[in-house]
Every structure is written in C-alpha cells, then in structure tokens.
C-alpha cells in the first residue's frame, strides 16, 4: 500500500460485520460491512478474478456516509472452498454464478439500491451485473476496464504487453515448452490443472508474478510479493485462467454492446494512460458507446487502484456520489468513531491533481 495514499483515501476502519453467504454448489462467499450501517450502500467488487479483497479497499468510502459492502468471489480470499486446492471444482465458478452471488447477497442484506464500484475484472463483473439488475444499481464507479474480448486478452497473454515488458514476458513464457508457447493460456491451463503441486504451484507463481509486475507504472516489489505467495498465486492464476478459457461467458463485445440496459445509470470510468494489463482501447472503446458516464483518463498512471492519480479520481467519485445523501441518523458504528475529519474531494479537483 502506497504511504502517499494517506492523503488521499480514507483512514483504515474495521467491519462491524461479517459473513459467509452460502451460494449453491458447496460454495461459500465471504462478505463483511464497515461505515455506517445507515448509510448509502456501495459493493466493492475486486479485480482478478480470483483476487480476492483487501481491508485498504474500504478507503475509498467516505464511512461516515456509506455503507461499505466487499465480498471474496467464489474460490479465493476468505470464501470456500479456495481454488488452491487441486480438488476445488470451478465448474460452478463462472462470471454469471458471480453475477447471481452479488444479487442474492444484496436480497439477503435488504438493500433496495446499491453503488457498483469495480476495477480491472471488477469493472467487467460491475457491467455484467448491473446490465443484468439496472433496477438494482445507483451509481456505477468503473476503474481499469477490461471486458475479455478476444484482443484484450491476446494483448497480456499472448505477446502484446511483452513488447514493453521483455524480461518480464521472458521469464513468464520460461516455465512453457517453445512448441507451446503460441497458446500461452491454454499452455498454463494445462499445468494449472494438473494435480501435482510440483506442477501447478510454479505454473501459477509464474502467470501471478507477469501481472504483479505489469500492474504499476514504476515497480512494485511489495505488490509482487504479496501476489507470488503459492497459496493465493494458485488460486488467482487457476481462477484467472479459468475465465479467460471461456471469453468470461460473454459473447464478444457484450459488455460494451450492452449498456443500452444501464445509460441512464449515473457513472464514473477511470483509466491509467500506461495500463499494461487493460490498455486504454477498451476504456476509450466504453467511453464512445456511453459518452453519458463521465471519462478520466490518468496521465501519469497504469493499471493499479494505489497509483495516486487513479486513487484520487476514485475517492472524488464516490464523494460526489456520496454529497446529495444525508447521513441516516445519529448513529455511530464500530470501526470509524475516532476518524480524523476529512474533507470530501470533488472530482475537478482530483483531475486537477492528476493533470
């Protein structure tokens, strides 16, 4: 985490609670609530897939005003059973079973209308959800936007991102056989599913390790770190892999030929000018269908949700968002009472800051 983001993000809360959403085919989903139990409901809906959310991903709410929802998708972070294991099924690990997953957690917690905020796969599962369930859906805050079309993924797995990223794309394309490495996802999905750990551990390090390394405009060896342990590695890189088999189940372009269902939902895209992982093709191509959802293209940024520019443009939309709600009561949760006074940062200046 990024010390600048001090300034700029919320200070840490705790949840005031938590849970596991028992979601069909032996799958348990991990949830948790921070803020304001009153307040305006958003979901967070982290990237990978397969990524699984951190307690920094709360900061980007004002938890006076919000009611603050994460959740683990189906197969890593707290949820059940983790994709680790080489026994964990991903038959019933799908964009459309994440899909119903968000739908019925927002049933089971009674909530009318909640904000949808999703970076990198998160932006895919935010469009695919709120095409499915505009009636649902208030705001919609979109980072990194990646929508598995054919290109996309031929750009970071196939070649694409190597021509930046040399010695990077060297060592991942190593653990691959030469005659193989023409189909690299399908290459990894072969040692990804294989059950000997001496085989698929080191498959799935190596795919953690080529985005870990990619997602920042100047290296992160933190990040590449935290994202190479072999536990979470494998879990990642077998969901990962596993989604982008199958194009997300998404007909080619559906996201993007799809938002007729939500353009008159109030939105906010962001997008790194440098983002290895999810270039700004497919940003750029979102903004021209929906010219109505307001556009930040970050100058000096790539891919990840910590890198300043991006952070602040997040924060500033979710305080707009945020300014024509009143505070519901005069309640004071767990996990924010102590909070030093932070001002809500509007989205001009947060450009402002990024130009």
Request: charged letters at 20%; aromatic letters at 10%; proline letters at 8%.
């Amino acid at each position: 985490m990024n010390d600048s983001l001090d300034d700029i993000l919320y200070p840490d809360i705790e949840p005031y609670e938590t849970g596991q959403l028992i979601a069909g085919e032996g799958n348990r989903v991990y949830w948790e609530q921070s803020g304001n139990p009153k307040g305006k409901p958003v979901v967070f809906l982290h990237g990978g897939p397969g990524g699984g959310t951190s307690s920094w991903q709360r900061r980007f709410f004002d938890p006076e005003r919000y009611r603050i929802i994460l959740l683990d998708q189906r197969g890593c972070g707290k949820s059940t059973p983790h994709a680790s294991d080489p026994e964990a099924d991903l038959r019933f690990n799908t964009t459309w079973h994440l899909v119903a997953d968000i739908e019925l957690l927002r049933r089971n917690l009674g909530i009318a209308k909640w904000q949808v905020f999703g970076g990198s796969w998160g932006s895919a599962l935010a469009l695919a959800y709120a095409q499915s369930h505009p009636d649902a859906v208030s705001e919609i805050v979109l980072r990194g936007i990646f929508t598995l079309r054919r290109h996309e993924l031929e750009w970071f797995y196939e070649g694409g991102a190597g021509a930046v990223y040399p010695d990077l794309w060297e060592d991942f394309i190593a653990p691959i056989p030469v005659l193989e490495r023409s189909r690299m996802i399908e290459a990894y999905h072969r040692r990804l599913s294989d059950p000997d750990p001496a085989v698929h551990i080191p498959a799935g390090v190596a795919w953690s390790r080529w985005e870990a390394s990619t997602l920042t405009l100047l290296p992160g060896p933190e990040l590449v770190g935290d994202m190479t342990d072999p536990a979470g590695a494998t879990a990642f890189a077998r969901i990962e892999n596993h989604y982008f088999m199958h194009g997300g189940w998404f007909d080619e372009g559906q996201l993007i030929g799809g938002v007729d269902a939500i353009r008159h939902i109030p939105a906010v895209i962001v997008q790194g000018r440098y983002d290895m992982c999810t270039p700004p093709m497919t940003a750029w191509d979102l903004h021209r269908a929906w010219p109505e959802a307001e556009f930040f293209m970050i100058s000096d940024a790539s891919h990840a949700a910590t890198e300043p520019g991006i952070a602040a443009v997040l924060r500033a939309a979710t305080d707009k968002f945020a300014a024509d709600e009143t505070p519901a009561a005069a309640h004071e949760p767990t996990g924010y009472e102590s909070l030093p006074e932070t001002q809500p940062l509007s989205l001009a200046e947060a450009a402002s800051l990024v130009d």
